[in-house]
Each structure stands twice: as C-alpha cells, then as structure tokens.
C-alpha cells in the first residue's frame, strides 16, 4: 500500500516538468474537484470563476508593457466562466460527468501596425465547450489501510462560439474565443488515502485524508487549425472537517503545457508554453441537507511562461452543488 500512495504522490510531482504553453484568455483554474460517486447517486451543481490576468511576465521575471519587443503589447484578459456540473453514479464502480460552460470575457491589447500604435478592446461571452467524463473505479478504500483509485477519461466537444468580434468587426483572436473549435481527450488517475486520524473542534474524532490526480489533456486542432499545446495537471491536498458542518480545503496545484502550434493564425508560438505552480486554500460547507458549498483562493507560487505572456495574480472559484439518491 505504501507503493501505492508513493506512486500516486510521483505522479503528482511530475507536473513539475518544465515543458510549458498558456495563451492570452485561455486560463482557469486547476483545482481537483473529484469525488467518489455511488450507485444511483445524481449531483448537480454549479461554480464560478474568476481570473484577472493584469500583469506581464517573461519566463519568471514581471516585465512591464512594451519592455520586451512584440507585435502587439497585452493589457488585460478578465475571465469569468461559470460552470453548470451533473454527476450519475450508475453502478458502484462506473460514473459519469458533463460540463457545460458560460464565458464572460473582456480583453485588450495595443496592436503595433505600419501605420501606428491602435489600442484594441474585445468584450463578449457565449456558450464553452461541454465536455464529458466517465470515471471507472480501480479499487474502492475498504478500509483505512487500502488507497481509493479511480480512472477518468473524457472529451471535449466543440460547442463554444468562436467567431466572436469586437465593436468595429475586429474578430477575436482564437485564444481568447469561448470555444476553441477542437476535439479534445482527457485522460485522469485519481486517488485518495488516509493518512491519520484527528480531533475536529467538536470533539469528534475524523479521518485525515490525502487526495491526489494526475490529468493528461491531449488538444486537437481548432478553428484556423490552431492547436494549444498539450497539458499535465496535477493536484495533492486534504481536507480537514472543523466540525459536522464546515470543512477546511488546501490543495497544491500543477500545471505545464506544451507550445501551441499556430496553425494559420500567424500568432506567435514563442509565446506560447509554461508552467505554474499554486497554492489552493478554501473552505467547504453542507449548509442544508445534501446542499454543499465551497470557496477557493487560489495563489500562484511559481509561473514560468515562454516568452511573454499575461499572468493573473490570484484566481477565486466557488460553487454550490446538491446530492441525491436516486434509488
């Protein structure tokens, strides 16, 4: 068992590889947000988040505007996405997942043309690309002493808007349209064991668990035939129950992405490609019967992009979610 958990902590912490790729608008936030699903078990839910990507950087070093020489100067990408979740338990060992997203974006930059500097500004929102999931459990925690494991595999489909254009007709660039336009696999090793036991501020004694996910996303080509770079997520935290209603959240989280390939865009793919590394405190509560609520902070330890890129200073996500059984 202890080769089990040591393999599900390596898969986590090869996330850290330096190979990289992120795009002006393409961003949300990697937090680990699975849980085992019962039989006959329905939940539904939606969260929100948000993600102000205001500052530039390159590599690791914060550059200012105009500092390193490029086609056009980024400014701002607010993200907002809103995301309606539906969970099925169909037998103890078999669940599935959709995800439908709401974009909200604004977006802006100064384009360096022939005839002068022109200050660009988008601001739009549509539909995202579902996507779908089916978990398969591998081995199920009988006990404290044997590890839960499931495997998830999923697609993305190309729902999203991607002909999105500004005030004066101006058409987004593809990395910041809702959809990307492409078929995308995803790829999942989930797990969770427990590690110890504690005293929660009732008085009541509770299990400590430690949870862990490894995703490999594999992105197709897009609208322009545009295709962002590959990506490794990886997520390790806990949760710590304060008392019957509230929970304590933390998570470390992993991100690195391949270099896009450009397609016909005539984008630039020396700015494409990083990797990040946050630190992701929240709390969770079960405000209602079978009615949970959650709240993430999510800070960016380390960032290192290709080239130059915006980066967000901190992301915040939360959600309501609620739980049935069906039979």
Same mark, same amino acid.
């Given at each position: 068992?202890?080769?089990?958990?040591?393999?599900?902590?390596?898969?986590?912490?090869?996330?850290?590889?330096?190979?990289?790729?992120?795009?002006?608008?393409?961003?949300?936030?990697?937090?680990?947000?699975?849980?085992?699903?019962?039989?006959?078990?329905?939940?539904?839910?939606?969260?929100?988040?948000?993600?102000?990507?205001?500052?530039?950087?390159?590599?690791?070093?914060?550059?200012?505007?105009?500092?390193?020489?490029?086609?056009?100067?980024?400014?701002?990408?607010?993200?907002?996405?809103?995301?309606?979740?539906?969970?099925?338990?169909?037998?103890?060992?078999?669940?599935?997942?959709?995800?439908?997203?709401?974009? *909200?974006?604004?977006?802006?930059?100064?384009?360096?043309?022939?005839?002068?500097?022109?200050?660009?500004?988008?601001?739009?929102?549509?539909?995202?690309?579902?996507?779908?999931?089916?978990?398969?459990?591998?081995?199920?925690?009988?006990?404290?002493?044997?590890?839960?494991?499931?495997?998830?595999?999923?697609?993305?489909?190309?729902?999203?808007?991607?002909?999105?254009?500004?005030?004066?007709?101006?058409?987004?660039?593809?990395?910041?349209?809702?959809?990307?336009?492409?078929?995308?696999?995803?790829?999942?090793?989930?797990?969770?064991? *427990?590690?110890? $036991?504690?005293?929660?501020?009732?008085?009541?004694?509770?299990?400590?668990?430690?949870?862990?996910?490894? $995703? *490999?996303?594999?992105?197709?080509?897009?609208?322009?035939?545009?295709?962002?770079?590959?990506?490794?997520?990886?997520?390790?935290?806990?949760?710590?129950?304060?008392?019957?209603?509230?929970?304590?959240?933390?998570?470390?989280?992993?991100?690195?992405?391949?270099?896009?390939?450009?397609?016909?865009?005539?984008?630039?793919?020396?700015?494409?490609?990083?990797?990040?590394?946050?630190?992701?405190?929240?709390?969770?509560?079960?405000?209602?019967?079978?009615?949970?609520?959650?709240?993430?902070?999510?800070?960016?330890?380390?960032?290192?992009?290709?080239?130059?890129?915006?980066?967000?200073?901190?992301?915040?996500?939360?959600?309501?979610?609620?739980?049935?059984?069906?039979?």
């Amino acid at each position: 068992m202890k080769f089990l958990l040591s393999l599900i902590l390596g898969l986590f912490f090869a996330t850290s590889s330096p190979r990289a790729s992120a795009n002006c608008g393409s961003s949300s936030c990697p937090i680990d947000h699975h849980s085992y699903m019962m039989s006959g078990t329905f939940r539904i839910g939606v969260s929100y988040e948000s993600i102000k990507m205001d500052k530039l950087q390159f590599g690791t070093n914060r550059v200012s505007v105009g500092q390193i020489p490029v086609d056009h100067d980024e400014l701002e990408t607010i993200n907002q996405r809103t995301v309606l979740n539906a969970d099925y338990g169909v037998s103890s060992q078999l669940s599935f997942n959709v995800m439908a997203p709401y974009i *909200v974006r604004e977006h802006s930059h100064i384009h360096h043309g022939v005839d002068g500097d022109e200050l660009e500004h988008w601001s739009f929102s549509g539909i995202g690309d579902l996507m779908v999931h089916g978990t398969y459990v591998l081995q199920q925690s009988m006990s404290p002493d044997v590890p839960y494991i499931a495997l998830t595999a999923g697609i993305k489909l190309p729902t999203g808007a991607t002909n999105k254009s500004n005030e004066h007709g101006e058409e987004a660039e593809v990395t910041i349209e809702p959809g990307t336009g492409s078929y995308d696999g995803v790829l999942s090793l989930n797990g969770r064991y *427990v590690v110890g $036991t504690f005293k929660s501020l009732n008085g009541s004694y509770t299990v400590l668990p430690l949870t862990s996910s490894f $995703t *490999v996303r594999m992105n197709g080509k897009g609208k322009d035939d545009y295709r962002i770079g590959n990506e490794i997520v990886g997520s390790v935290g806990t949760t710590v129950e304060l008392d019957q209603r509230f929970r304590f959240l933390l998570q470390f989280n992993a991100r690195s992405m391949g270099r896009s390939d450009m397609g016909t865009t005539g984008e630039e793919r020396s700015n494409t490609g990083g990797t990040w590394v946050f630190l992701s405190p929240g709390i969770g509560s079960e405000i209602f019967s079978n009615i949970n609520l959650f709240l993430y902070a999510q800070i960016p330890l380390y960032q290192n992009v290709h080239g130059v890129q915006q980066v967000a200073g901190l992301n915040v996500q939360a959600g309501i979610s609620y739980n049935a059984n069906l039979f």
